[in-house]
């Protein structure tokens, strides 16, 4: 990154409102009378942050935080109501699906259409105009009207016409969820390729796995003001907390009423030390068990009504364990000890790496595994048997228990912490232990090599 020349984005106390009427009539009364009939909505306010040049910024939010607002306005198709923004360096936009383009045009009208508006000349479009076709794959629809295309169609083209531009800066608004994956797969690389060249990338997207894996800096925006600004992972993690945690709109809709029960003594018993690990009596302002102290990483949330207050890790022994043995096997487990009685349920296990990538995750319905309503003062334990297929690294297990229609008691994110030992036989950059065997076999001849009995082979496992 060159700090230098300044930053590649610098916005300073910017705000957009959007006025809204009830009533198209509303407008017309407002310019005749001029009185105001109408409210005012702030899709951003006061907002400040610098992108450097070469940062990979991702945004995240909940619909109507902002996001598209802030891009719309950066790319200059959209005025700001007041505040200050500057963008040093050739941009590149993929906004919506279509962003520019007329439907009624052939897919090739469409790319000089959309070339010219990014700025490039007729002649720099004549010559990548066989790249760009060839990146979109639509070869044999490219003289077909854009509003024939597909979904799917339409993405390929957008994303091929705006990265021909070779920008200093690129932003995409959440344009690569459409499409099959394998041509998903095919603009992330190109995507990469631009970031290993040290181009500046801000994308929205409302996958934390994208945001976590792909970017280097993430900006949380709720309501139009910006929330957080800092590492990927505990952006997401702040995320969690604004969809899920205390204030959200899940949180509205439903009160648990064991705030207002009388104190039921229920606790439950580690099996192994005797120890009561929590006291139904005793509740802190966060909403925790009484006996249980959070760990420094740990988001939770939940209304309540069950608690997951045991987890962990089991070896073939029984004892707990925190750093593990490749290709051997282990059983996680929650108990949960319910503070009311409650319908099915749903419990899951998900395993993430460090930097708040998904890796794995499960739960008793995704196993076809009903579990039945519970009453008030059981405790239920849940058990997944697994072999570690983890390579060696570290990584974070969140717990939960929900509703089977979503509504979460309890989730306790990146609760515990396990480390798996370096394995042997894989690239260091390797992810999972797909517990591998390497063959080779010697074959007759060059005429045999299809389908030809084998002579000799070696086989070598890892």
């Known amino acids: 990154m060159n700090s230098e020349r300044g930053p590649a984005v610098r916005v300073r106390n910017l705000s957009k409102i959007f006025r809204v009427y009830s009533r198209p009539l509303d407008l017309v009364r407002e310019m005749a009378t001029g009185r105001s009939?109408?409210?005012?909505?702030?899709?951003?306010?006061?907002?400040?942050?610098?992108?450097?040049?070469?940062?990979?910024?991702?945004?995240?939010?909940?619909?109507?935080?902002?996001?598209?607002?802030?891009?719309?306005?950066?790319?200059?198709?959209l005025d700001r109501t007041a505040g200050e923004v500057q963008v040093n360096g050739?941009?590149?936009?993929?906004?919506?699906?279509?962003?520019?383009?007329?439907?009624?045009?052939?897919?090739r009208e469409?790319?000089?259409?959309?070339?010219?508006?990014?700025?490039?000349?007729?002649?720099?479009?004549?010559?990548k105009l066989d790249s760009i076709v060839a990146f979109s794959e639509l070869q044999r629809f490219i003289d077909h009207p854009f509003r024939t295309y597909s979904s799917g169609m339409k993405s390929r083209l957008?994303?091929?016409?705006?990265?021909?531009?070779?920008?200093?800066i690129l932003i995409v608004d959440e344009?690569?969820?459409?499409?099959?994956?394998?041509?998903?797969?095919?603009?992330?690389?190109?995507?990469?390729?631009?970031?290993?060249?040290?181009?500046?990338?801000?994308?929205?997207?409302?996958?934390?796995?994208?945001?976590?894996?792909?970017?280097?800096?993430?900006?949380l925006l709720e309501k139009g003001s910006l929330l957080a600004d800092g590492e990927p992972g505990e952006i997401t993690k702040r995320y969690l907390d604004v969809l899920f945690g205390k204030g959200s709109d899940l949180d509205d809709t439903e009160t648990s009423s064991h705030e207002t029960d009388e104190p039921r003594e229920v606790g439950i018993t580690d099996s192994q030390s005797g120890a009561v690990l929590a006291s139904d009596s005793?509740?802190?302002?966060?909403?925790?068990?009484?006996?249980?102290?959070?760990a420094p990483h740990e988001r939770r949330f939940g209304s309540g009504q069950a608690q997951i207050v045991d987890f962990g890790i089991l070896d073939s022994t029984g004892c707990r364990v925190e750093v593990l043995q490749p290709g051997k096997p282990y059983c996680f487990f929650q108990r949960i000890l319910f503070r009311e009685d409650v319908p099915p349920i749903s419990v899951g296990y998900l395993i993430r790496n460090v930097k708040g990538v998904d890796l794995f995750g499960v739960t008793n319905l995704t196993q076809g595994t009903p579990l039945p309503g519970q009453a008030i003062g059981s405790v239920l334990e849940v058990r997944l048997d697994v072999r570690m297929w983890l390579a060696s690294g570290d990584y974070f297990v969140t717990f939960g228990v929900a509703r089977i229609d979503g509504l979460q008691?309890?989730?306790?994110?990146?609760?515990?912490?396990?480390?798996?030992?370096?394995?042997?036989?894989?690239?260091?950059?390797?992810?999972?232990?797909?517990?591998?065997?390497?063959?080779?076999?010697?074959?007759?001849?060059?005429?045999?090599?299809n389908g030809t009995p084998i002579l000799h082979s070696t086989d070598r496992g890892i």
Request: hydrophobic residues 40%.
């Open 37 to 77: 009939h109408h409210k005012d909505f702030w899709g951003l306010r006061d907002v400040s942050f610098d992108v450097a040049h070469g940062e990979v910024v991702g945004f995240v939010g909940r619909n109507g935080a902002g996001k598209s607002t802030l891009l719309k306005i950066l790319t200059g198709t």
């Open 90 to 107: 050739q941009v590149s936009a993929i906004l919506e699906l279509g962003t520019g383009f007329n439907a009624e045009f052939s897919g």
């Open 110 to 127: 469409n790319i000089y259409l959309g070339g010219l508006c990014l700025g490039m000349s007729r002649k720099e479009i004549d010559r």
């Open 158 to 168: 957008t994303f091929a016409v705006a990265i021909s531009v070779d920008p200093d």
């Open 175 to 219: 344009a690569l969820s459409v499409g099959d994956a394998k041509f998903q797969r095919k603009c992330f690389a190109k995507i990469d390729e631009f970031r290993q060249s040290g181009k500046t990338i801000l994308l929205v997207s409302h996958d934390a796995n994208t945001v976590t894996s792909f970017c280097n800096r993430a900006i």
């Open 282 to 294: 005793s509740r802190t302002s966060e909403g925790l068990p009484g006996g249980l102290v959070p």
């Open 409 to 449: 008691y309890d989730s306790r994110n990146d609760a515990l912490h396990f480390s798996v030992v370096e394995t042997p036989g894989l690239f260091s950059t390797s992810v999972v232990n797909l517990q591998p065997r390497l063959s080779s076999h010697n074959i007759a001849d060059e005429g045999e090599l």
